[in-house]
């Protein structure tokens, strides 16, 4: 180990000793606290509307027009904090506040702080000082964050840690007011405004987002008929955590209800039961082997373990549905229950075959389904159907087709479709809602009776949940209190309801509640690898918005981004629709607006970076290596491994990490993250490294910050090399290799440039389908292993094509069908497993070449048109590089018939962004005056013109270079993504110009 890690170790170590010598000299250490500070937030008006709650910490930012709760004004609005200051040590304390609006804060009822007098110096002595802070919105945003700092504390916002309330703290009504908002919550899991439908003005209950139940369209591909009804019969029995009520009252024809049901269900679309499946047996264990060890790894036994049982798995699996079935449902969940809880775990096709064959592996029978007699459906049509003559015409029908008439009239009459979408032939079943609105249930006389009555009366005619009498207190309570008046938005409040619904803290720990039990612990730790079993948690949720910047949290929650992609367990992808506000509401809760500057309020509590200078690079190279820091010691850079424990890779580390927090980081880890392995590399503001920038440590931190956010490419800091193997290096021309390729398989094709760009081409489907920067390839994996294993990819992507071949040939100007052309196998998409494909194939992958000036290739493709012409696409591929960022060019040819119209599609996201030449945002893509134009874009403008694509998350600028007269942009939809693609007409020979770029730094700029 270097010299200074040691005399860090040391220091570290003595700071510790030092600290608990302190605490043992304390006579008596201060009342322990509950947790948070007791919040009211008050607007006025006739009612005045209070809302009590606790509060970790005092942070808020909010944008005009947003509220700390949904029912308050939001341009007039009270905070109030009320609880405790904890403080173990005297000290001289300094403080300070940034603020947008009036603040105060009150210790022992003296002011300390406001708006007027933003910074302050007091000396605390230990104890638990009353703590009393006021906040008034004023016009425009209104943001608060309070910061404090000693002699040996670093600058930092008061943490949660040291706040909070005694019991003679909390008012009457902040019990009341909590089991409101669990009601809220509970309101929306059970989607009571699926059949109460809000009124016009009813504000609350529009607002109130369901959690709707899985589309059922092709139900019967998924889940067969007698688990089906027994699902109806009564949910729970099944899934404890069912919040799909029974909804079929008993009576004497209760169980031709059910059958009728399910029988319809099980009919549409290709029965469960598609393809017995053909393998050895010890194919099969060792496929299911390797499932339970993906159950136990990437986070699905969290929530459905036998430790746990957050979500139990439930029973009778295996007779609800087959291996290929299970296998659909994994790979996209959401596109089959987008409001449900089960989340895209990011698995490739072989992980969720496997998944399947170890989740179904144990059979318990259920009884078949059994069909009543016929007079049974008769009866129940006519109860369903006045008239004389559909009558009629059922009773003439075969037994089959009538008990499939039945069921179809059952979905809707029992309001089986308020919930779920059910479309058959392009048409959709109707919905049938209560024929009580949402008002009406939130009446007093209304909160005891119907779905939440005591006792369940069969004859009501409501849907019986099974709710807990916590469950029903808590719903009546909001319906009493919460169900009227306003619904402002409130980013803030939506993110804590929504960590809540969707269970984080079952993995992630934040201000001091949940993560991972010791149980959860030590089984990921038998599933991982030695040398990555020491990080195995994932990072807590406390100071989110303030530590990760918008950019990179909506990369992590919508585009599958991992800071420790070698970690064993997944984010889980829940959708936009799900999450996508939490990146500004998480930021919101820690006080951060990414559009508001405090940093002349608060200078000299919040750091920000200085401008860079030409020696910082080498100098943050030097830091960063094994003779000083020894940061290489436990972090990836530029995607070569550590060679120690492995923590998160540092490489643009900037377009992740806001710089605050790294400033304190580097200072304190261990007081924002007890337990964590980082060691204190500035102790008490003093470097250990005297001989780099004169010791100087916002000098040094500066330095690693600059050279660190030079990203993938960086120069390799001292100590860390390429990794071994057959690692295929590139000088100085390209390298192009044919060989096997993640997520491409046999058919790919490997270029490498000078420039630390590499790109990957799947020849299957003629498109390129990444790019990534550093380092090109490790072919041992292909050649060792011999099982048609990748290569590695040394470095870290940068550029994902949309998935397809992206070339659209169309006769008319409007947009192509995206969606049914990814899954047609004539373009080069997969054949299902065990289906042959004997159509005419319209994709031929014509062949490379490369050229001879600069070695960069061409890759060349011939397409079929709908009426048997030959169109010819060339595209050439080179490695681009300025003081901006690094990227590729691609340059294309096409050459084909004339009239047609050729589609380029070029990016797609859960959010783009549109700029100009001069990267002004262009806020919403507005249709031109041009009948051919594409519904939703507009003309690309004059010769020379530049239009940029900015897909948020990633940070990849997308840039047209050069399009051919009377092009054409739009923004389209790809599943549950926009999709950004080019039009332009195809007269003989036409050429077009794309270049994408990973910016050093996030910005908007084109390069």
């Given amino acids: 180990m270097p010299q200074i890690l040691w005399r860090l170790l040391l220091a570290w170590t003595v700071a510790c000793l030092l600290g608990l010598s302190d605490d043992e000299d304390e006579d008596k250490p201060p009342v322990p606290l509950l947790p948070g500070l007791v919040v009211v937030c008050r607007s006025p008006g006739h009612p005045v509307v209070e ?62 702080l406001s708006t007027s007098k933003p910074r302050t110096a007091l000396r605390l002595e230990p104890g638990n000082h009353k703590l009393e802070a006021e906040f008034i919105r004023r016009p425009g945003p209104a943001v608060l964050r309070v910061y404090w700092k000693t002699k040996t504390l670093f600058p930092e916002p008061i943490p949660y840690d040291v706040l909070g309330h005694l019991p003679e703290d909390e008012p009457a009504d902040l019990e009341r007011d909590r089991l409101v908002e669990t009601g809220r919550m509970l309101a929306e899991e059970f989607a009571c405004t699926a059949c109460h439908r809000p009124s016009d003005g009813d504000a609350v209950g529009h607002s109130l987002k369901n959690r709707l139940g899985p589309d059922l369209s092709r139900v019967g591909e998924r889940a067969s008929g007698k688990w089906i009804a027994s699902w109806i019969r009564y949910p729970q029995a099944l899934q404890s955590h069912a919040v799909m009520p029974s909804l079929i009252p008993d009576g004497p024809h209760a169980e031709a209800e059910v059958f009728a049901i399910a029988s319809y269900l099980a009919s549409l679309g290709r029965p469960v039961r598609e393809r017995p499946e053909r393998m050895p047996p010890n194919e099969q264990r060792a496929s299911q082997a390797r499932g339970e060890k993906l159950f136990n790894s990437i986070g699905c036994a969290v929530c459905h373990g036998p430790e746990t049982r957050v979500y139990p798995l439930g029973k009778y699996l295996a007779e ?75 009773r003439e029908m075969s037994d089959e087709a009538a008990w499939k008439q039945l069921g179809e009239r059952l979905l809707t009459a029992r309001r089986c479709t308020a919930c779920h979408a059910v479309e058959v032939q392009g048409r959709k079943l109707p919905s049938m809602p209560s024929g009580r609105d949402f008002s009406a249930i939130a009446k007093p006389e209304a909160v005891e009776k119907g779905c939440l009555a005591d006792r369940h009366a069969p004859d009501s005619g409501s849907p019986q949940f099974g709710f807990t009498l916590e469950q029903r207190r808590a719903l009546r309570a909001f319906l009493r209190h919460g169900a009227t008046g306003r619904s402002t938005p409130a980013p803030m409040h939506a993110a804590e309801k929504t960590l809540r619904q969707l269970n984080c803290l079952a993995c992630h720990q934040r201000h001091g509640s949940g993560g991972l039990s010791s149980a959860m612990i030590e089984l990921l730790r038998f599933y991982e690898s030695a040398e990555n079993a020491e990080a195995i948690t994932p990072p807590p949720l406390t100071e989110t918005g303030a530590k990760l910047t918008s950019r990179w949290l909506r990369a992590v929650l919508l585009e599958g ?63 960063v290596g094994k003779k000083a820091f020894g940061c290489i010691g436990c972090h990836d850079i530029a995607g070569v491994p550590s060679s120690g424990t492995r923590g998160p890779d540092l490489a643009l580390m900037n377009q992740r990490v806001r710089y605050p927090w790294y400033r304190r980081w580097m200072v304190q880890p261990q007081r924002m993250q007890p337990g964590t392995r980082m060691p204190t590399v500035f102790n008490e503001g003093r470097s250990l490294v005297d001989e780099v920038l004169s010791g100087d440590a916002n000098r040094q931190a500066d330095a690693i910050w600059h050279y660190l956010a030079l990203g993938p490419t960086l120069p390799l800091p001292d100590g860390l090399e390429p990794p071994k193997g057959m690692v295929v290096t590139v000088k100085d021309r390209p390298v192009l290799m044919r060989t096997f390729l993640p997520e491409i398989g046999s058919r790919g094709i490997a270029v490498g440039f000078p420039e630390q760009v590499s790109v990957a081409y799947d020849a299957a489907q003629a498109r390129l389908a990444y790019a990534w920067t550093g380092n090109f390839l490790d072919a041992a994996p292909v050649w060792y292993d011999r099982g048609g294993n990748p290569a590695k990819i040394l470095g870290t992507r940068f550029w994902q094509a949309p998935p397809g071949f992206p070339w659209f040939i169309t006769a008319e100007a409007t947009p192509p069908r995206i969606e049914e052309r990814l899954k047609d196998p004539a373009f080069g998409a997969p054949v299902p497993e065990g289906q042959v494909f004997t159509g005419q194939r319209r994709l031929h992958f014509g062949g490379f070449r490369i050229e001879s000036r600069d070695g960069s290739p061409s890759f060349a493709a011939n397409v079929t048109t709908d009426d048997g012409q030959i169109v010819r696409i060339e595209e050439h591929v080179q490695a681009v590089r300025s003081n901006y960022g690094v990227g590729l060019r691609r340059s294309f040819r096409l050459n084909g018939p004339n009239g047609r119209h050729a589609w380029l599609l070029l990016e797609s996201a859960q959010a783009i962004r549109f700029l100009t030449e001069g990267g002004q945002r262009i806020p919403t893509p507005q249709p031109v005056a041009d009948p051919e134009a594409p519904a939703d874009g507009g003309r690309i403008g004059n010769a020379g013109a530049i239009q940029v694509v900015v897909p948020d998350g990633r940070g990849v600028v997308t840039v047209l270079e050069s399009v051919p007269p009377g092009s054409a942009w739009a923004e389209l939809r790809l599943g549950p993504h926009k999709a950004m693609a080019v039009r332009f007409p195809l007269t003989g020979e036409a050429s077009v110009v794309v270049s994408h770029w990973q910016p050093y730094r996030p910005t908007d700029k084109a390069p």
């Fill in 320 to 394: 609800k549905t087959s291996v290929q079935a299970l296998t659909r449902f994994l790979l996209d969940p959401l596109a089959t229950h987008p409001a449900g809880r089960m989340p895209n775990m990011l698995l490739t096709p072989q992980e969720a075959q496997d998944l399947a064959r170890f989740l179904l592996k144990d059979r318990d029978a259920l009884p078949d389904l059994t069909r009543p007699e016929r007079q049974e459906a008769d009866a129940l049509f006519d109860s369903l159907t006045p008239d004389a003559a559909p009558r009629k015409a059922f």
């Fill in 51 to 112: 809302v009590l709650s606790t509060q970790p910490n005092l942070a808020l930012a909010l944008k005009p027009g947003e509220a700390p709760h949904p029912a308050l004004d939001p341009d007039r609005f009270t905070i109030r904090w009320t609880g405790r200051l904890r403080i173990l040590r005297p000290a001289e304390y300094e403080l300070a506040v940034g603020v947008q609006g009036d603040f105060t804060l009150r210790l022992d009822g003296r002011e300390v």
């Fill in 561 to 623: 981004g991992r800071a420790r992609p070698w970690m064993s367990l997944r984010m889980p992808q829940f959708g936009a629709d799900n999450v996508g506000h939490l990146p500004h509401g998480l930021a919101g809760c820690d006080g951060i607006a990414d559009d508001v500057d405090l940093s002349s309020a608060l200078a000299g509590f919040e750091p920000t970076a200085s401008p860079i200078q030409d020696a910082d690079i080498e100098a943050g190279r030097v830091l």
